[in-house]
C-alpha cells in the first residue's frame, strides 16, 4: 500500500515535492506533534485538484495546512497525506487597488506588499502568522480589522475536485467562521480589495500593532496563537486569569504569564499536555463562570 500511495503522489506532484515520514513539529507554530506518512507540497492548481480528486478515490486520508499557526497535532502523527500550500503556492499580483494572491501566501508578507504600494486596509494582518488560505477560511482578525472587510472574492476546491469562485457575500463570514470552512472547502486564492493611503501612515500602523504583540503576547514561545475563541460578552484570557490560572501547566505546556489567552510551549510539550491542559481550563473556567470555552486551535491525527 505504501508503494502505491508513494507512486500515486510522485505521478501527480513529482518526486521531488514529496517527504515521508515526515516530523509535524517541524511544520506547525507549535513545534509539536508527531510524523505524518506523506507530506507534499504542490505547486499549481492542478496539482491540487488532483491530489483531492485521486486521494478521495484511494480512499486516503488527508489534511490541508498552510503555515501550521493553528494547529495540533496528535504525538502519535498523521496516517495518510498532509497536502501543504505554503511557499511553493504563494504569488502575489497587485492591479490598481486589487491584490489577487494564491492561498499559500503569508499574511505578513501580503501586508508588506500592500505596504510597498501605498494601499491600506491589511495591516491589522501584519502580526497573524497563517497564510492567506486559513485566513480566508476562518475570517482572521485582529484590532479592528477582518477578512470580510477587504475581500472581494476567493477561488475554491471542494472534496469532489470542483473548483469555483465564491463573492464576498457568499462566504458568509462571521467570527472566525465561512461557508469555506462549514463546507471543507480549501482556499486556492483570493482577491481583496484595497485604499490608498500614505507610505508614513500605514508603516506607522503596522509599526504600532508590531509593538502591541510584543508587549502583549508571548511570542518568545511556540504556540498556536489564541487558544480560545471568544465567548459571546467575555473575553476568554480575562476568564483564565480570573480563574487563577495565569501560568498553569500541565508537562511542557503552560499558560502565558504574558497573556493568558495563550498556551505556549515552553520547551518539551506533547501534544497531549496541551490537550490536558485545555481541558482543565474548559473546566474551571465553566465551574467558576458558567461559561465554556470554546477552542480556535484544531487538532488532527492519530489518537
Do not use: W
Not at 50 to 55: A, D, G, R
Not at 56 to 70: A, C, L, V
Not at 131 to 145: D, F, K, L, P
Request: charged letters at 20%; hydrophobic letters at 40%.
Amino acid at each position: 500500500m505504501i508503494d502505491n500511495i508513494n507512486e500515486l503522489l510522485k505521478n501527480i506532484v513529482g518526486e521531488e515535492n514529496i517527504l515521508i515520514n515526515e516530523p509535524m513539529k517541524d511544520h506547525t507554530t507549535f513545534k509539536i506533534g508527531g510524523n505524518a506518512d506523506y507530506f507534499v507540497t504542490p505547486v499549481n492548481e492542478n496539482q491540487i485538484q488532483e491530489l483531492i480528486v485521486q486521494l478521495k478515490r484511494q480512499n486516503i486520508s488527508y489534511y490541508i495546512i498552510g503555515n501550521g499557526s493553528n494547529l495540533l497535532v496528535s504525538d502519535k502523527g498523521f496516517r495518510g497525506v498532509i497536502i501543504q500550500i505554503f511557499k511553493k503556492f504563494d504569488a502575489i499580483c497587485v492591479k490598481d487597488l486589487i491584490i489577487e494572491v494564491q492561498a499559500g501566501a503569508l499574511l505578513s508578507r501580503l501586508s508588506n506588499v500592500a505596504l510597498e504600494n501605498g494601499l491600506q486596509g491589511l495591516e491589522f494582518a501584519s502580526g497573524i502568522p497563517g497564510t492567506v488560505g486559513g485566513a480566508v477560511c476562518m475570517n482572521a482578525g485582529a484590532y479592528t480589522g477582518e477578512i470580510k472587510d477587504i475581500i472581494v472574492s476567493t477561488r475554491v476546491i471542494d472534496q469532489e475536485g470542483n473548483i469555483f469562485t465564491l463573492t464576498n457575500e457568499e462566504l458568509n463570514l462571521g467570527y472566525r467562521t465561512s461557508s469555506v470552512m462549514r463546507n471543507s472547502y480549501i482556499v486556492l486564492s483570493a482577491e481583496f480589495k484595497l485604499e490608498k493611503g500614505i507610505k508614513k501612515d500605514i508603516e506607522e500602523l503596522i509599526n504600532y500593532y508590531t509593538l502591541q504583540r510584543k508587549t502583549k503576547q508571548p511570542l518568545e514561545y511556540p504556540s498556536a496563537g489564541s487558544t480560545f475563541k471568544r465567548p459571546v460578552g467575555y473575553f476568554a484570557g480575562k476568564l483564565i486569569m480570573d480563574s487563577g490560572l495565569k501560568g498553569y501547566s500541565v508537562g511542557g505546556a503552560a499558560i502565558s504569564d504574558k497573556h493568558s489567552g495563550f498556551v505556549i510551549n515552553t520547551g518539551n510539550a506533547t501534544s497531549q499536555n496541551v490537550i490536558e491542559l485545555i481541558q482543565d481550563v474548559q473546566r474551571i473556567v465553566q465551574d467558576k463562570f458558567g461559561v465554556l470555552l470554546e477552542t480556535e486551535i484544531r487538532l488532527i491525527g492519530e489518537k
